[in-house]
């Protein structure tokens, strides 16, 4: 992605993002082009989550599952990895 677009996506300045490039203070990768382009790699963070559920009485227990199940479907919607669950 073009260094303005970055720099438009995270809400600042393309002047703040150039200096910071010719800086080498850039929080994410550049590399400048020969056309002089300065094209940014963006970096893919993965999301990971806990699912936490709860209940509070002994005779809901049974709607335990159906909290987790539906936690665990949003989550998949989202693309977040689950790494555990909690209840």
């Given at each position: 992605?073009?260094?303005?677009?970055?720099?438009?996506?995270?809400?600042?300045?393309y002047?703040t993002?150039?200096?910071?490039?010719?800086?080498?203070?850039?929080?994410?990768?550049?590399r400048?082009l020969?056309?002089?382009?300065?094209?940014?790699?963006?970096?893919?963070?993965?999301?990971?989550?806990?699912i936490?559920?709860r209940?509070?009485s002994s005779?809901?227990?049974?709607?335990l599952?159906?909290?987790?199940?539906r936690?665990?479907?949003?989550?998949?919607?989202?693309?977040?990895?689950?790494?555990?669950?909690?209840?």
């Open positions: 992605m073009k260094l303005s677009d970055w720099a438009r996506k995270q809400g600042i300045s002047r993002a150039w200096n910071q490039f010719r800086s080498g203070k850039l929080p994410v990768p550049a400048q020969p056309t002089g382009t300065i094209i940014v790699d963006e970096v893919v963070r993965e999301s990971k989550a806990v936490y559920t209940i509070s005779d809901q227990k049974k709607d599952d159906g909290q987790i199940a936690c665990l479907s949003f989550a998949n919607a989202q693309g977040i990895a689950v790494s555990a669950t909690v209840s």
